[in-house]
T-cell receptor, first 115, second 117 residues
Framework: KAGVTQTPRYLIKTRGQQVTLSCSPISGHRSVSWYQQTPGQGLQFLFEYFSETQRNKGNFPGRFSGRQFSNSRSEMNVSTLELGDSALYLC??????????????FGPGTRLTVL | AQKVTQAQTEISVVEKEDVTLDCVYETRDTTYYLFWYKQPPSGELVFLIRRNSFDEQNEISGRYSWNFQKSTSSFNFTITASQVVDSAVYFCALSANQDTGRRALTFGSGTRLQVQP
């Protein structure tokens, strides 16, 4: 069974640009969560999508947005990039909504560098 | 608000030594879940264990063991007879329903473990 895949793996952008990252969950998984990892702030929760709806959102500005498609694939978008957005963006998928302690399977991440 | 503290930033041991990674958590929720993840240099987070707040039984899996104590809000992780392949950053995480919902993990800052041959 294929794991969580994220594309692209590496990305370089300049300030002010926007970027879209993609995440394909494990087949059959319906929940997709996004996390940002930086040396200064560590791992922080961005948002979670389930059945094409954003269910939870972390404490990030509106420049960070996402969506989920009917096949559970998810994208996140960051507009008007800032230097501080340079980070490893991790996507995680889990099987179902009901079980609160669902294991989350993480992808390899997309490393975004903003120049 | 919930919080996870991993006070040990970096630990260096020699192969075959035992090592314990500490994790202290805070939450007002009575039902919560605790996790440990391993992050090798490749960047992917690898799930190691989850424990719910009602199950204080310690667990052993091969060379790994976990000690959960609600009285001290701790969920410590011990690697017995460490190996070079154990070198990685280890994260403790908490999932509770209080703030951002059940799927959002609150991570500690991580402990970098270096196992020297």
């Amino acid at each position: 069974k294929a794991g969580v895949t994220q594309t692209p793996r590496y990305l370089i952008k300049t300030r002010g640009q926007q970027v879209t990252l993609s995440c394909s969950p494990i087949s059959g998984h319906r929940s997709v969560s996004w996390y940002q990892q930086t040396p200064g702030q560590g791992l922080q929760f961005l948002f979670e999508y389930f059945s094409e709806t954003q269910r939870n959102k972390g404490n990030f500005p509106g420049r960070f947005s996402g969506r989920q498609f009917s096949n559970s694939r998810s994208e996140m978008n960051v507009s008007t990039l800032e230097l501080g957005d340079s980070a490893l963006y991790l996507c995680a998928s889990s099987l179902e909504q009901a079980a609160r302690d669902d294991e989350q399977f993480f992808g390899p991440g997309t490393r975004l560098t903003v120049l | 608000a919930q919080k996870v503290t991993q006070a040990q930033t970096e630990i260096s041991v020699v192969e075959k030594e035992d090592v314990t990674l500490d994790c202290v958590y805070e939450t007002r929720d009575t039902t919560y879940y605790l996790f440990w993840y391993k992050q090798p240099p490749s960047g992917e987070l690898v799930f190691l264990i989850r424990r719910n707040s009602f199950d204080e039984q310690n667990e052993i899996s091969g060379r790994y063991s976990w000690n959960f104590q609600k009285s001290t809000s701790s969920f410590n992780f011990t690697i017995t007879a460490s190996q070079v392949v154990d070198s990685a950053v280890y994260f403790c995480a908490l999932s509770a329903n209080q703030d951002t919902g059940r799927r959002a993990l609150t991570f500690g800052s991580g402990t970098r473990l270096q196992v020297q041959p």
